[in-house]
């Protein structure tokens, strides 16, 4: 036990522990408070329980940072008892401080500081908030300084976080300024306390433009050096050994012939900044990287001849010295699942143990959470893995067999290169042969084969002989998978017992199979058995739309239809700082969504984590949405449900002359990639629009967003990525076209396993699921058009349902503040013309 150190009460607590005290009589009360180190004042009393010790330690485990467990003192004793250090030490394990009160309030002994407040230097908040306040070094280093009271507050919640520990949710309306907000009390604790913080965003994009832009900014402000570290998954990495030897034996390990872009490989190779694949301004054949790609089973390791210029090693040095961690959503989630998950699982923790955790673009989490904590299996993987070994003449084994010639008068490597022979052949004939009976019978008995098609087929076949045939099916896979997986691994195994130079290639080759096999089988077993997961996760197939008949690709995935609590349990609860933030997290005003589909909403709280309180906090755009942009919505459109090509080519007709009204600067929204291609054809058939439409898939994301910046008077048609994460500022960006809601569709597999889970529950699925995710979407859609407080423009919605239905009034009060004008084309056409007239790009 700690010293003890004095505090005092503020008087609405001391009041009510006086209260309490007096009812309770002679029994020993315990009261839950909050404690400010700063002013010394303990406040928020509540009372948790009466002479029950127990009681009092269980709701201590729930409670975080800067809690403490006050016990009303024994009338009449002085000091402090056996007892009452006993419970000093159980609360004190969990993590809260410990103290004693006087019967009146008039006293307090703090006998133990809360873990956070103890261990850690404090952030000086008001310091923080002075470097973007008004006269800070913000507005020294920037002429065009404005102050954002929204972004202040925020900074201050999160050093609040970091100080006491605790966890917030704070939607940050566009130009808050969030990652300043946040970096910056990160950076500082890094600084003071040594202690790792991880901020994860969605993309690597917006991982580059937090490292190039914001910490440097960070840096001028603070005046010190941040030691941050931009973290990718390994297979994101070349190895420099693997490229070498993938140029030696070209010819035993591909189909084709790869020379040509395993030379330009390695002339990037030769020049690249950090050795991953978004470095490259090209995209490497998927057999090319999975041979040249950074692979911890194949990775030398220190005896790597090229271990002190690796980039993924250095990558990992950069880790182990920085306390600011810069992650993608998929990496967090992937390392927390390796991190606790039970069942086998191919990967490996890559973050250090850490316990101060942002999450920014939070809206996007449970999306890549559904994809990360599933299973998906193709049939073009389990084939590539078995052309690995023998395919046209090349391959593994036919690589092993050629080094074992070299030794015919060692009988041990005549007999391994003999049962190469012999045996690998039959075994991978049975394996291909598993394939073909698999997909033959899902073709013939559940799920026509069409090419283009990715229609989906749920994995719950009531039909039992079906049911029978299809489990069978997959059991000879996994059967002669396995035995190849065996075979593999005796080879192995002889091979060690004979070869005495290190490294073997070979070996290496040999256990990364087998771990591939490992992981297949057990993939294989789980999304056809699927026994422990029933209930908790929805299973489909599918063809892959890219397949040829003579070439089918079945996709099987299972997925968890409510991965939040896995999310809270696993993660969220772990932490002692977390921040969880985004432009768009409300709907109506309300996090209750989000919340839920987090995992904060439900009661399977895992026995051995925390409960968590959220701090909420919405911070509304610092732009004048008012007056800057106008919500146009015509009323005598055709109906977007019913109407099909008449609805398009009325959209192409608006497209094009709201390209005419502010010359160029257009952004059109899709919905499904069929509207995109069919828009973007009625929009290139008409007559003398002289813009150039820039069409998502016809070039790559980056490219077409820096050519529409450069010409600012074009038409850029996206779907599905293009709702978030675009950032075009001024001319380039002066209306927004949205031809549908933004529904997603309910009939897929996960939408559809959500949906019946409301319904389970009695709830209304429309109203607490499809209607929130819409909202998010067309706020996120909404959001790309001011980007900036000189930014005006026009957002077009072509879907009279947010008039006509009583749905949509909730959707426009959930988008920004903006003018609304609804009512035919004519009248919106002239209000449309005086707004567009009223700014020019940049005023
Ligand atoms: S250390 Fe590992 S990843 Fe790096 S070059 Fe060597 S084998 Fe490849």
């Given at each position: ?13 001391r ?51 800067s809690a403490v ?15 009452e ?6 609360i004190e ?10 019967c ?41 300084y ?29 130009g ?12 500082s ?12 965003t ?73 050795g ?18 950074s ?9 790597c001849?090229?271990?002190q ?6 990558s ?31 990967q490996?923790?890559?973050l ?54 070299k ?15 012999e ?6 004939s ?14 013939e ?9 990715s ?103 299972s ?22 933030t985004?432009a ?28 968590l ?16 942009s ?15 090509v ?10 094009a ?81 949205i ?31 499809m ?21 005006s ?14 749905y ?16 035919s084309?004519?009248?919106?056409r ?14």
């Amino acid at each position: 036990m700690k010293s003890a150190f004095f505090f005092s009460l503020d008087l609405p607590s001391r009041e009510f522990i006086e209260l309490s005290v007096g009812k309770a009589k002679d029994q020993r009360v315990g009261f839950l408070l909050q404690i400010d180190i700063k002013s010394g004042i303990l406040s928020e009393s509540k009372e948790v329980a009466r002479s029950n010790y127990d009681a009092m330690v269980e709701v201590a485990r729930e409670c975080s940072g800067s809690a403490v467990l006050l016990l009303s003192q024994e009338s009449g004793h002085i000091g402090v008892s056996h007892d009452e250090i006993a419970l000093g030490r159980r609360i004190e394990e969990q993590g809260i401080g410990f103290g004693i009160v006087s019967c009146d309030g008039s006293r307090v002994k703090i006998l133990n500081l809360p873990r956070y407040v103890a261990q850690n230097k404090l952030l000086n908040i008001d310091q923080l908030e002075d470097l973007i306040a008004p006269s800070g070094n913000l507005q020294k280093l920037f002429e065009g300084y404005e102050d954002r009271k929204a972004q202040r507050k925020m900074l201050r919640l999160v050093a609040e976080k970091y100080n006491k520990g605790g966890s917030a949710l704070v939607e940050a309306g566009t130009g808050v300024g969030k990652s300043l907000a946040y970096l910056i009390p990160a950076a500082s604790w890094g600084a003071l306390n040594g202690e790792v913080s991880v901020v994860s965003t969605s993309t690597i994009n917006l991982q580059q433009q937090i490292v190039t832009k914001e910490i440097p900014l960070v840096e001028q402000l603070t005046g010190s050096k941040i030691k941050w570290a931009l973290v990718k998954g390994r297979n994101n990495y070349f190895s420099i050994r693997r490229l070498k030897l993938a140029r030696s034996q070209q010819t035993q390990l591909f189909n084709n012939d790869r020379s040509k872009q395993l030379e330009r490989i390695a002339g990037w190779a030769e020049k690249t900044r950090d050795g991953s694949l978004s470095d490259m301004d090209f995209v490497p054949h998927q057999d090319v990287w999975d041979e040249i790609k950074s692979d911890s089973d194949v990775c030398l390791g220190s005896s790597c001849p090229s271990f002190q210029t690796c980039h993924y090693q250095n990558s990992r040095r950069d880790i182990s010295k920085a306390n600011l961690l810069v992650v993608n959503h998929h990496l967090l989630l992937s390392d927390s699942w390796a991190k606790n998950s039970d069942t086998a699982n191919p990967q490996r923790p890559v973050l250090p143990k850490y316990k101060r955790l942002v999450i920014d673009e939070a809206h996007n989490l449970e999306d890549v959470a559904t994809t990360q904590f599933g299973t998906r299996i193709d049939t073009d993987g389990i084939s590539r893995i078995l052309e690995r070994f023998s395919s046209k003449g090349s391959g593994l084994l036919v690589a092993i067999s050629n080094s074992l010639e070299k030794n015919p008068e060692n009988p041990e490597l005549v007999k391994i290169k003999n049962s190469l022979d012999e045996n690998f052949q039959s075994i991978l004939s049975s394996a291909k042969e598993s394939i073909e009976l698999l997909l033959t019978i899902i073709e013939e008995k559940i799920h026509p084969f069409v090419p283009g098609s990715s229609q989906t087929v749920a994995m719950d076949f009531p039909d039992v002989d079906v049911n029978y045939l299809i489990v069978r099916a997959s059991e000879r896979l996994c059967s002669s998978l396995e035995n190849l997986r065996k075979k593999t691994k005796s080879v192995r195994m002889a091979l060690e017992m004979e070869t005495t130079s290190e490294p073997n290639e070979h070996i290496l080759d040999l256990i990364s199979s087998e771990n591939s096999l490992e992981e297949i089988v057990s993939g294989v077993q789980l999304v056809f058995s699927g026994d422990h997961q029933e209930g908790s996760h929805v299973r489909w197939i599918e063809w892959s739309s890219n397949s040829k008949r003579s070439n089918r690709n079945l996709i099987i995935q299972s997925m968890p239809i409510e991965p939040g609590t896995t999310m809270r349990n696993a993660l969220f609860s772990e932490m002692d700082t977390l921040i969880l933030t985004s432009a768009t997290l409300s709907t109506l005003g309300s996090f209750d969504f989000v919340k839920t589909r987090f995992g904060f909403g439900s009661d399977e709280t895992d026995p051995g984590s925390r409960n968590l309180t959220l701090t909420e906090m919405m911070l509304a755009s610092e732009f004048d949405f008012g007056t800057r942009s106008l919500l146009a919505i015509p009323t005598d459109f055709p109906d977007v449900r019913n109407s099909g090509v008449l609805h398009r080519e009325r959209t192409a007709e608006v497209i094009a002359e709201m390209a005419r009204h502010v010359n160029g600067g257009v952004l059109v929204l899709c919905t499904s990639w069929e509207s995109l291609v069919e828009i973007t054809q009625l929009l290139r058939e008409i007559p003398n629009l002289k813009l150039p439409i820039l069409v998502q898939g016809e070039d790559t994301r980056t490219r077409l967003l820096e050519k529409h910046m450069k010409n600012s008077k074009g038409v850029l048609m996206g779907v599905g990525s293009f709702w978030e994460g675009i950032d075009l500022p001024g001319a380039a960006l002066r209306a927004v076209i949205i031809p549908r809601i933004p529904f997603s569709v309910p009939s897929t597999p996960i939408n559809a396993a959500r949906i019946d889970r409301y319904s389970s529950r009695g709830e209304d699925p429309f109203k607490e699921f499809m209607l929130p995710v819409a909202t998010l979407k067309l706020k996120q859609g909404f959001g790309r058009l001011i980007r900036s407080s000189k930014d005006s423009g026009v957002v077009v919605i072509l879907d009279k349902r947010i008039v006509s239905k009583s749905y949509g009034s909730q959707m426009r009060d959930s988008l920004p503040n903006a003018e609304v004008v609804s009512g035919s084309w004519e009248t919106i056409r002239v209000r449309l013309k005086e707004f567009c007239g009223l700014f020019e790009p940049g005023q």
